[in-house]
């Protein structure tokens, strides 16, 4: 009686719905057959010294001995003699007033030092020449007791 009221839509509705579970049965026993050839050392893969996946091991002659202390993930640590105080002399190259932070390039070294608000003795602005000390700070040199360099020699203001 079941089968008497089928419509011709739920014949192929059936019919596809059998095709699709016999294709999936003959897909896993495909699996399965193929499956005994592969093995670990197939699925394998190793990373050469360029960072490329490669199917073959590594040299062990090649090998290099990495000791984790020397590894430095964050900022280098610096030295105690790296931040001599002497006195410097540089070019304000940027500052923010209304930020109050801005960047010195030294004259001798040519690196850019960090300057804040809070280490001038006196205002600056940007192109000023200026003569300042260098202290260790949580990121790196940072400038203090910065001062406009108002040492003009005779020399200096005849060339102007």
């Known amino acids: 009686m079941g089968r ?3 419509t011709f839509n ?3 509705v059936r019919n596809k719905k059998e095709k699709k579970r016999k294709e999936k049965a003959k897909k896993k026993l495909d699996r399965k057959e193929s499956r005994d050839g592969n093995s670990l050392n197939d699925m394998i893969a190793y990373v050469d010294e360029f960072g490329n996946i490669t199917s073959t091991p590594p040299d062990a002659s090649k090998r290099k ?3 984790a202390e020397d590894i430095q993930i964050s900022v280098p640590k610096t030295l ?3 931040f001599k105080e002497t006195i410097r002399k540089g070019i304000v190259t940027f500052f923010n007033d209304s ?3 801005g960047f010195i390039k ?3 070294t040519q690196e850019s030092v960090f300057v804040h608000i809070n280490g001038l003795v006196e205002p600056i602005k940007e192109n000023n020449k200026v003569i300042f000390e260098i202290a260790k700070g949580p990121k790196g040199p940072v400038a203090t007791n910065v001062k406009i360099d108002r040492d003009i020699s005779p020399l200096k203001e005849s060339l102007k």
């Open 10 to 12: 739920k014949k192929e």
């Open 106 to 108: 030294d004259v001798v």
């Open 65 to 67: 001995i990495v000791i």
């Open 80 to 82: 105690e003699s790296d």
């Open 4 to 6: 008497s009221h089928e």
């Open 99 to 101: 930020k109050g932070y």
